[in-house]
């Protein structure tokens, strides 16, 4: 139970309203690793527009504000039937007596003057969200959605029930739960999630007349009571609810996302109570998940034994065999062991045969560091004067019209259902003054609505082609497969979350028409706002795409196709194509094309946008997939690579560098430990060593911060604009993410070796109907292998 307080959002939201951004930065960070999911506002009015779109549990405000001030803030609140319940706290520094008593006068439910404490302020948080002016449980209006709360709607059910045995007509209760919700919290974050639950809750307020209740159940699906109704009408009006949800394109998080309803009724009767047939309803629910075609499923008693173990608490999850729960345990157990454990035991014991291997391994590691160090700053430098591709020649003519263009974007349909379409929209809108044809290659286990309105798109425009890849397991039988119907000469590779800036397809042709084979563009994260892990992702990925892979492609004189948003002259895509029995198809295919003599860019202004994993599980999923593919990678091309006749020496050390180095940095950061502890056990101490042990400390030291500032003033504006999410990452960088990805890097080097191959994709939906989630083992799919390099070289620790 502990645990779950250490993870953000786990605690509920807060709204914190302040004018000043220091006071905003610290409140977020103290109610953030206190486990809240923090949503910030300047001002009154802003506030309210951030309560339209979803509800807190708490709101902290301060009370001198521009535009709106606390004080008619809170009183706009108190004014709302569905606001006037949650928590308000003032932060201000007004500490007279009157404006205390005015501020608890107009509403405020506590009132906290500056200077403050964040220990304090955070404990009172958590009292008013334990202990609410009315108790969660029994609000008559639930906070996320406008509808009624989970008991308010039970004893509404309990008291129709009642009146219609005695009338002797039945009503029947529906509840309602969205196939893509838990896609929309893990792309988005907790606020997301509530953004969606506001409008299904109007939907559904909209569905319901005056007799008939709209609410929440407690484990926070929809539920709908319909008094006096036959099964036919029940069944018409479900339907048509469903319809009208599917149709709706719900914004969430400013991007517009298509959902599946899944709707199970049950009637209510004299053989159960409400809640009974509220759970009944349930079941039917998770009948309707299998299909996920838009059809309420009427309970029936069959369905009790098939599907009773499939309706579960949002969050619970049926147990694992122990082995599995227990193996990536055991395997980061193993690494220590291998890395740390023997090197110590045979420090010691040749120090006892006579032999003092120490001093040596201690040598070899400051070597390490300092090499890895260097490389970094290198990078750096050179990547403040990127590659950049001349305007073509035809550029310059009046009513240019460039070559034909294709883009494929490759998906797993079930993950991308809820914004596969924002995705073509987007792709429809890039400005290319030439022939720009789209193609959605997917495949599906099963038929889902979004696959209609994508086909009435592709009736439109004609640009758009939508291809479904019947019996594909991967991403690369969806590329594969699109090389059939793909007519441009140059063709851009993206994964389904991926919105490409307008010029993108321009600028791709620059490079083209420059006479290089494939370029790399920069994927930037859109969605930073919705957690720390996607903030921290946000920072990285500048590091990566806007520093290493243009430092690294002047420095090694190649560059890497990353997976999506790479750019390859078709030709020789159809020639390379991606090998399905690659972890990291894309890796393989690019290192190929380099060994073969072509010539591969990092361009850092060629622009897409996409999702990025939103918890640590999600993370830890996506990169231990990409670390065992780099390794895997590396096991088939370095000796190719450092024994080609074709490429240059200084690309045989990109090659090296690439593919050993960074495969074998991860153990030998790990080799101080087992030095340290060796040196103390005998009672030694290291005076010969200390003047190296602090010049390479410092040096090493000053390559996370440098680094950050790097990534700062190459990063793309959008990012650049959250000065705090780089000071962030520097401090989340230096305390723990450089080992989590060393960590990562070691156990999926075991697991390769053990011939643990299948992992896990990055979770974009919620499980149902054998659609795979996040907490599922398939082949590879979804989701690019974007870092060039192994994330143990994106930071180095100090000695």
């Not at 120090?351 to 390490?368: E, H, I, N, Q, T």
Request: charged share 20%.
């Amino acid at each position: 139970m502990t645990a779950l307080q250490d993870v953000p959002g786990s605690k509920g939201a807060v709204l914190v309203v302040d004018d000043d951004e220091m006071i905003l930065a610290l409140v977020s960070h103290g109610l953030t690793t206190a486990g809240y999911r923090v949503t910030t506002a300047e001002s009154g009015s802003q506030a309210l527009a951030r309560l339209s779109e979803a509800i807190p549990d708490v709101i902290v405000s301060d009370v001198n504000m521009p535009d709106m001030d606390g004080f008619t803030l809170v009183r706009r609140l108190r004014e709302d039937e569905v606001l006037q319940g949650v928590p308000l706290l003032f932060l201000t520094s007004r500490t007279e007596a009157e404006d205390v008593v005015q501020g608890l006068g107009l509403g405020a439910d506590d009132y906290f003057t500056k200077p403050f404490g964040l220990p304090e302020l955070v404990a009172r948080v958590d009292a008013k969200r334990a202990r609410p002016p009315v108790p969660v449980e029994r609000l008559r209006v639930d906070r996320r959605s406008g509808l009624a709360g989970p008991g308010a709607f039970v004893d509404e059910l309990a008291r129709e029930r009642e009146r219609g045995l005695r009338s002797g007509r039945r009503g029947h209760v529906a509840v309602l739960s969205v196939h893509e919700a838990e896609s929309v919290r893990l792309r988005f974050g907790g606020r997301g999630e509530d953004e969606l639950a506001r409008q299904i809750g109007d939907a559904l307020a909209g569905a319901v007349d005056a007799l008939e209740t709209a609410g929440r159940t407690e484990d926070g699906r929809f539920a709908l009571l319909l008094p006096e109704s036959g099964p036919d009408e029940v069944q018409r009006r479900l339907q048509q609810l469903s319809e009208r949800i599917a149709g709706t394109r719900m914004l969430v998080a400013g991007e517009r996302v298509s959902v599946t309803p899944l709707v199970g009724y049950a009637e209510l009767d004299e053989g159960a109570d409400g809640e009974q047939a509220l759970q009944w309803a349930g079941f039917a629910l998770a009948h309707a998940q299998v299909h996920l075609d838009l059809r309420p499923v009427a309970y029936q008693p069959q369905m009790l034994p098939a599907y009773a173990d499939e309706v579960r608490p949002r969050g619970s999850h049926r147990a694992r065999p122990l082995a599995d729960r227990l193996r990536v345990p055991l395997q980061i157990a193993l690494t220590v062991v291998i890395g740390a454990v023997l090197p110590y035991l045979l420090y010691l014991f040749s120090y006892r045969a006579g032999f003092d291997l120490a001093p040596y391994a201690y040598v070899v590691v400051v070597v390490a560091l300092l090499v890895t160090g260097v490389s970094i700053w290198t990078e750096g430098l050179l990547a403040l004067d990127p590659y950049q591709p001349p305007p073509a020649p035809e550029e310059l003519a009046d009513d240019v019209v460039l070559p034909a263009a294709s883009a494929v974007i490759a998906a797993y349909l079930p993950n991308e259902a809820a914004t596969v379409v924002e995705t073509i929209e987007a792709f429809l809108r890039v400005d290319y003054p030439g022939p720009l044809q789209v193609v959605l290659a997917y495949n599906s286990p099963v038929e889902l609505p979004v696959e209609a309105v994508l086909g009435e798109i592709a009736q439109r425009e004609e640009r758009f082609t939508l291809l479904k890849v019947e019996g594909s397991s991967s991403k690369a039988q969806n590329v594969n497969a699109a090389l059939a119907v793909v007519t441009g000469e140059f063709t851009g590779v993206f994964d389904a979350d991926h919105q490409p800036d307008p010029d993108a397809f321009r600028r791709a042709h620059r490079w083209m028409a420059a006479g290089y084979d494939i370029v790399q563009g920069h994927p930037v994260v859109r969605n930073g706002d919705a957690s720390w892990v996607a903030r921290t992702i946000a920072v990285e990925f500048e590091m990566i795409y806007g520093v290493s892979h243009p430092g690294r492609a002047k420095l090694h004189g190649f560059g890497i196709f990353g997976g999506s948003n790479g750019y390859w002259r078709t030709q020789l895509l159809r020639e390379t194509r991606f090998r399905g029995s690659m972890l990291t198809e894309d890796i393989d295919s690019a290192l190929r094309v380099v060994e073969a003599g072509y010539r591969i860019g990092s361009d850092p202004f060629l622009i897409s946008r996409e999702l990025a994993p939103t918890t640590l599980k999600q993370l830890w999923n996506q990169r231990m997939r990409w670390a065992q593919g780099w390794f895997q990678v590396s096991l088939s091309h370095l000796h190719t690579g450092v024994t080609s006749r074709t490429l240059t020496p200084r690309q045989k050390f990109g090659f090296s560098f690439l593919l050993g180095w960074r495969e074998v940095y991860p153990w030998l950061s790990l080799q101080m430990f087992p030095i340290i502890a060796f040196y103390l056990t005998r009672g030694d101490h290291l005076d010969p060593f200390v003047p190296v042990f602090v010049l390479t400390t410092l040096f090493t030291t000053s390559v996370g911060p440098w680094q950050t500032l790097f990534a700062y003033r190459q990063a793309d504006p959008a990012i650049r604009a959250h000065k705090r999410w780089f000071w962030a990452y520097l401090l989340v960088s230096s305390v723990f993410y450089t080992e989590y990805k060393n960590v990562i890097a070691r156990v999926a080097q075991v697991k390769q070796v053990m011939r643990e191959k299948t992992w896990k994709v990055t979770p974009r939906t919620a499980g149902a109907g054998g659609a795979p989630t996040g907490g599922q083992t398939v082949p590879a799919q979804g989701g690019s292998v974007n870092d060039p390099g192994h994330p143990a070289l994106d930071d180095v620790p100090a000695t």
